[in-house]
C-alpha cells in the first residue's frame, strides 16, 4: 500500500504480514504486530498512529490503544472502518500529506 501510494520512503519501519509471520506475532484483530512496531520506534502507543485498510487492522490498532486510528477506504466502506474504530476515514493516502 505505501509503495503504490508513492510513501514507502517516508517511513523508517514497516512491520508486515512477513515480518509479524517471521516473529510469530498474533494476527489482527490483536494490536501486536503495531505495538512491536511502536517498540522499534521508541514511540508509546499513545503518541503513535495506525493507518490501515482492513476492518481487522482498524480494530488492531483500537485495540492497541494508539493515538489514531487512520482508515484508508479501498472497497470496504467509510461506515465499516469507522465501526471498528477508525478516527478519520481516507480514500487515498496522499490525503494525508499536507499541501503548501
Do not use: W
Not at 505505501?2 to 519501519?13: C, Y
Request: charged share 25%; aromatic share 4%; net charge negative.
Amino acid at each position: 500500500m505505501l509503495g503504490a501510494a508513492g510513501l514507502a520512503d517516508r517511513f523508517p519501519v514497516v512491520v508486515d504480514g512477513l515480518v509479524a509471520a517471521e516473529l510469530e506475532l498474533a494476527g489482527k484483530p490483536a494490536p501486536d504486530t503495531y505495538r512491536y512496531a511502536a517498540r522499534l520506534l521508541g514511540v508509546p502507543e499513545r503518541r503513535a498512529v495506525v493507518v490501515e485498510d482492513a476492518v481487522s487492522g482498524v480494530a488492531a490498532g483500537r485495540a492497541g490503544g494508539f493515538a489514531l486510528v487512520v482508515g484508508v477506504d479501498r472497497g470496504v466502506g467509510e461506515p465499516a472502518l469507522r465501526e471498528a474504530g477508525a478516527d478519520i476515514v481516507v480514500t487515498d493516502l496522499a490525503d494525508l500529506i499536507p499541501t503548501a
